[in-house]
């Protein structure tokens, strides 16, 4: 940052976050002239400036326009000088300006050019123009981006420039007092170096060039979610109208799309902007992006990380670009100059959040030139307009709704740098205000409307500082606050350096309230407080819960800036005592009622324990060492055997409220005097937990601890997964099934090793009941059923042996049922978990993976299956013989103690098919075969479609293709009635009784059975039969006549000429609007209002619109051929009364509505866009389209994702088009009895 005087470089060491007065004051010892004497100015390059920023900027008040002397200022200080040539000049008047450097002073408010050098006329500045400027704490920074500042001095120019340096008195005394041990610490700083730093949270927008209205809605049709963005949101402003759409990659049992992001995300409506489409990025590594683009044109950027750089912020940014590029060529197709992202440097910041963590071993608890404040109220203080009065006034609001106003008093205290007498005073006065004007108007509530200061955290633990500063509104403040954190880290760390002491008077500000009122002048006071309404309880907002949670190690609560609360309180509901022990120990335990009162040891702090002799009275348990005492000394933190000196505290003057060590006393009677003393520490085992406490004897340092078991000896209790090994109790649902009590433990869950898979659960079990591996025995059986298995699926899909193997490992049973079942000869039984506890869920495997019943006479396998983040976990059931640690994972049908849960298996598997009214379910093609007579199968799609019986098709299910079996792909086609009746012969053995007969152009051409499978029959005319009709045939096939319908292409085209005039008066009106930019004005105006009438319209439009009574049709088919544009004359031609309705046309009234109220239309109307373009609304395959109250309704309806294995690449059946029915679920509830 270089400053300039005279041309010359100026030797000064100014920081972005420097104030203006201190840069003043720094400026004032480099050049040796007064403080007041200085003005700066400085200039700023546009790639275009357009007439509207330069009319914003340049209006005064008093004139009709800009008056001339003052734009003739304005054109001095920028790189074109142009010519004035009128005496006032309005917005139209004025052209953009393409790559300009404009000049602009600091920390003046200075209406005449910049560079005093360059000021013309200044006698022509009204009084009012040239008013003393308030510096008001202002930063430098508030005034980047600018190149370099340039110095002027007062007695370098005349009286007449005197306004360039009329400002209010600046005090160089206290900016010096404020400088020097800033100047030591940023010296000091320079040698420590963070062990992360960066931004974890930013919130920036770019603006548009010129103000626009972007159709939100063509924009949220045109975006489609990925699986890079998985959301978009269409927040039109209220929360009823919100629009989704989401990234599905499943679908339910009931074929509804399931979304990939769960209902809590979804619901996180706030994360969306108001009159914005939003998309959300997928989340990952701690990453998550969001992007809005607003109405007004502008987009906002949103990002949540872990301590980035800028540049890796951009990256990040920048990794979406494709999207951003393709609305910005959207919208540049509709006439829109869309903000285009480079850098987050060059975007405004709404929010910004930083983070940095030091090594530091000090710790100093007074003011600092950075922070102010304590507790939850630390704020960063080296920021814009910064003032100590109105946080004051923010934290009376604060600890008054707390419940807390003794807690203002050290407050004010420490920000003002007072005593606390007066510090009392300051805050009863605030706090009489609050409680007044609260019993007078008892309906409202006290909000703070504006922070001061940016709200931070800093913790001192473990040898380490942690720094987050939070709500930073400027990408400038970033190199400053960097900084700044390393000179804090100095400051702790620097006894040297003295504690910072308030220089400048204290003015309290008197604390001002307002309340609501319906004049709108009061609403927008500026004042930094409002009580407003107490809100209603609204559905969806719960209260927060005030407990606290403690971080590892023991340490003083922190407060953030080095301050530090002292909890040692005497007496407050429980004693200090409890308190520490509490910490260190377990925070929900209640010890007040375990260890009695009179037996409380002290737990001690880690700079306390070095200053405790290791004797009988320390005692260290679990990394805790807490002592015995009689008296504790609270200022030193020591244990006493007697008084000592000091003032002993008296518990019931101090109860409720911190110890003042100059009033109260220092020593505190820990153990009372009508109680006996215990002197030795130890342990007390009460109810699962340890207790610290005080004894008369000593105990045993070898006292014994029971010996744990190892960990699988154990049942765990509890719904997660288990360790490999361990074994845990099963869900009530299960124990109800079989009929057990809460107490048996007959069954339990077998922990596998991670992720725990369906494999891994197979392969745990096969290593404890066979000799051979897994894998050896799985290629045996892939070798023997690979054809058969998955009901012939596997060679379809996977065509050889080798590629399925290879997949194997990652499979469940949706492939390996049948394979499982045959590998250790057995039932496989799968249960879930489901949320509530009285129901189970078991799974019954459909004909795509097994075809197979439950059979009494072998040993059942029996799998839990949870559902975890991202999948399903598998646990396998054992019987556990706890004495020899031995398991059992192969169930007999007659074990007494699940015989009748076996018994309900059958009856389970026996229903484990489709159940519909509508038809019935067809057999497989080996069961039907067993039925039939050396029949020929027929085959289509390497799938077993049916058989040749006697020349009549015979449908199965689609099945695996039977071997030895001969086999044809014609399928064969008779006359109807032998078909029927070979048909209906059948049907007593098989699942093939015909129930309709199918018509095609007035011919028989099949027959429906009642499995609705299609058999078709030679084509002969159609005549009564016993058979009714397919009537779902007929519909499809609703032959259309073969003459053309004139009358309906008549009004086709009508209806289209209709649209075309009408578009094309739209049109004409933009044309003579776009020419006249008064009556532009004057239109925007009235659409601001919506106040466009009807007559408005005609005035503009009559002159070059005729209305004519009658059309003929050729006007008509022309008018549609050319969109409305094919005219002889200069006058568009409309038809008085409507082409199709013949109702009067209402043309004027039409674009008038829609000026009014159609944000879209009025935009295309009044702006430079040439189209609009038509998005057709499209919801793709992967996306699911919801309103905001349709969520929760959604998501509570969705069943289980439907169980397609991954792999699968044809359907278990002969068309295509037609979804299997893969999966059912019978449940079980809890009763007195078990029903099924």
Request: hydrophobic share 35%.
């Amino acid at each position: 940052m270089e400053f300039y005087h005279h041309k010359k470089l100026v030797q000064v060491e100014v920081y972005p976050d420097d104030t203006l007065e201190m840069v003043y004051y720094k400026l004032s010892v480099a050049l040796e002239c007064s403080i007041d004497d200085i003005y700066l100015f400085s200039s700023r390059h546009y790639d275009i400036l357009t007439a509207s920023e330069q009319f914003k900027r340049l209006e005064m008040s008093g004139y009709d326009g800009i008056p001339a002397f003052h734009l003739q200022n304005f054109y001095e200080g920028i790189n074109q000088p142009l010519t004035i040539k009128g005496e006032f000049y309005q917005e139209s008047d004025l052209d953009d300006l393409y790559d300009v450097e404009v000049e602009f002073p600091i920390g003046q408010d200075v209406k005449s050019a910049a560079n005093p050098s360059n000021a013309d006329d200044l006698e022509l500045y009204k009084v009012e123009e040239t008013e003393v400027s308030t510096l008001q704490q202002l930063l430098l920074l508030d005034y980047m981006p600018f190149h370099q500042i340039h110095v002027c001095l007062k007695k370098d120019y005349s009286k007449k420039y005197a306004n360039y340096f009329n400002h209010d008195p600046l005090d160089a005394e206290a900016m010096e007092i404020q400088n020097t041990p800033l100047v030591k610490l940023f010296e000091m700083s320079k040698d420590y170096v963070p062990k992360a730093e960066g931004i974890n949270h930013i919130v920036c927008r770019l603006e548009p060039l010129r103000p626009m209205s972007i159709p939100l809605d063509i924009l949220f049709n045109y975006l489609h979610v990925t699986d890079e963005l998985p959301m978009i949101q269409y927040n039109t402003g209220t929360e009823e109208t919100l629009m989704y759409k989401l990234l599905t990659n499943q679908v339910d049992l009931k074929g509804d799309k399931i979304p990939i992001l769960d209902e809590i995300t979804v619901r996180k409506h706030d994360k969306s902007y108001k009159k914005s489409v939003t998309v959300f990025t997928m989340k990952k590594k701690n990453l998550e992006i969001i992007y809005g683009f607003l109405g007004d044109g502008s987009i906002k950027l949103e990002m949540n990380c872990q301590a980035f750089t800028v540049d890796q912020i951009d990256e990040a940014f920048l990794a979406h670009k494709n999207l951003l590029d393709r609305i910005g060529e959207f919208m540049f197709t509709s006439g829109f100059v869309y903000p285009t992202f480079r850098t987050i440097r060059n975007a405004a910041i709404d929010e910004m959040d930083m983070f940095a963590l030091y090594d530091a071993k000090g710790r100093r608890t007074c003011a600092n030139p950075f922070f102010v404040g304590s507790g939850d109220e630390i704020r960063y203080r080296r920021v814009s307009r910064f003032n100590e009065n109105d946080l004051i006034n923010e934290l009376c609001i604060e600890y008054y709704d707390r419940g807390e106003p003794e807690k203002l008093v050290l407050l004010i205290k420490q920000i003002l740098g007072i005593s606390e007498e007066k510090s009392r005073v300051i805050a009863k006065e605030h706090l009489y205000e609050m409680e007044t004007l609260r019993t007078t108007q008892p309906n409202k509530r006290f909000v703070v409307k504006n922070r001061v200061g940016f709200v931070s955290n800093v913790l001192n633990n473990n040898e380490e500082i942690r720094m987050t500063i939070s709500g930073i509104n400027s990408i400038y403040y970033l190199e400053s606050i960097q900084r700044n954190m390393k000179a804090y880290v100095a400051f702790q760390e620097s006894p040297s350096v003295s504690c910072q002491e308030h220089v400048q008077p204290v003015i309290v500000t008197p604390f001002v309230y307002q309340y609501d009122s319906d004049s709108e002048s009061e609403s927008d006071s500026d004042e930094g407080f409002e009580p407003q309404d107490e809100p209603e309880d609204e559905e969806g907002f719960e209260p927060q819960d005030e407990g606290f949670e403690q971080e590892e190690g023991f340490e003083q609560e922190p407060l953030s800036g080095g301050v530090y609360k002292d909890l040692d309180r005497i007496v407050r509901n429980e004693s200090f005592l409890i308190t520490r022990i509490k910490q260190a120990f377990n925070p929900s335990k209640d010890y007040a009622k375990q260890c009695p009162l009179n037996r409380r040891p002290v737990v001690l702090k880690e700079g306390e324990k070095d200053k405790v002799p290791e004797n009988d009275h320390r005692r260290t348990h679990n990394g805790h060492t807490f002592v015995c005492t009689k008296y504790w000394d609270m200022k030193n933190k020591i244990p006493l055997d007697e008084i000592g000196e000091g003032k002993l505290i008296d518990e019931n003057i101090v109860k409720g409220r911190e110890v003042d060590f100059e009033k109260d006393g220092t020593i505190v009677r820990v153990q009372p005097e009508k109680y006996k003393f215990n002197p030795y520490p130890g342990i007390m085992r009460k109810d699962d937990m340890d207790v610290p406490c005080c004894f008369i004897k000593k105990q045993e340092s070898t006292r014994k601890e029971k010996k744990i078991a190892e960990s699988k000896q154990y049942i765990v209790h509890g719904p997660g997964l288990n360790e490999p090994g361990q074994v845990g109790r099963l869900p009530k649902s299960i124990r109800y099934f079989f009929g057990w009590t809460d107490k048996n433990t007959e069954l339990l869950r077998y922990g596998i090793e991670k992720p725990h898979s369906f494999f891994q659960c197979i392969d745990a079990v096969f290593k404890k009941t066979q000799k051979s591996t897994l894998v050896k025995q799985m290629d045996l059986w892939i070798i023997a059923g690979f054809n058969t298995y998955n009901n012939g699926n596997l060679k379809v899909q996977f065509k050889t042996m080798d590629a399925f193997s290879k997949h194997l490992p990652n499979m469940d049973y949706t492939y390996l049922w049948e394979m499982v079942s045959d590998v250790f000869n057995a039932n496989l039984v799968i249960f879930r978990e489901t949320r509530d506890g009285d129901y189970l869920e078991v799974i019954c495997p459909s004909n795509h993976y097994s075809t197979r019943s439950f059979d009494p006479s072998k040993k059942s396998l029996m799998i839990l299956e949870h559902k975890v983040y991202k999948g399903y976990a598998f646990e396998p059931l054992v019987y556990h013989n706890v004495k020899e640690n031995t398991q059992i994972f192969l169930h007999e049908f007659k074990n007494k103690h699940l015989h009748e849960g076996m018994k309900a298996l059958v009856q389970i598997f026996s229903k484990c098919k489709t159940t519909t009214s509508s038809y019935t379910l067809n057999m497989t093609a080996s069961v039907m075969y067993n039925k039939l007579h050396r029949p020929t199968q027929i085959i289509h799609e390497n799938k077993c479609i049916g058989f040749l019986v006697e020349d009549v098709f015979v449908p199965c299910y689609p099945s695996a293709i039977l071997s030895n079996v001969p086999k044809q792909e014609r399928i064969p086609v008779i006359a109807y009635k032998p078909t029927v009746s070979k048909l209906d012969a059948l049907s007593k053995d098989l699942p093939c009784k015909p129930q309709y007969k199918v018509v095609e152009q007035g011919n028989i051409v099949g027959i429906i059975l009642e499995t609705l499978a299609f058999v078709p029959c030679t084509p002969i005319p159609n005549y009564p039969t016993d058979l009714p009709l397919y009537t779902k045939v007929q519909y499809e096939y609703d032959l259309l006549p073969n003459e053309i319908d004139q009358e309906r292409i008549r009004k086709t085209q009508r209806v289209k000429a209709e649209k075309c005039l009408y578009a094309a008066c739209r049109r004409l009106l933009k044309e003579m609007i776009g020419k006249d930019a008064e009556l532009r004005r004057k239109i925007n105006k009235l659409i601001q209002r919506k106040q466009v009438a009807e007559e408005d319209i005609r005035d503009i439009l009559s002159p070059r619109i005729q209305f004519v009574n009658k059309t003929d049709e050729s006007f008509i088919a022309t008018q549609v051929k050319c969109g409305g544009c094919c005219f002889a004359s200069d006058k568009l031609i409309l038809p008085k009364h409507n082409l199709l309705t013949k109702q009067p046309n209402d043309y004027f009234s039409r674009l008038a509505e829609e000026l009014n109220y159609y944000t879209r239309f009025s935009t295309f109307i009044v702006s430079p866009q040439l189209l609009i373009p038509e998005v057709p609304f499209s919801v793709h395959e992967n996306e699911l389209l919801l309103t905001y109250s349709m969520i929760h309704s959604y998501y509570a309806s969705l069943m289980e994702a439907k169980r397609l294995p991954e792999y699968y690449s044809t359907l278990d059946n002969a068309n295509p088009k037609h979804t299997p029915y893969t999966m059912a679920i019978l449940k079980v509830h809890k009763m007195n009895m078990i029903t099924l």
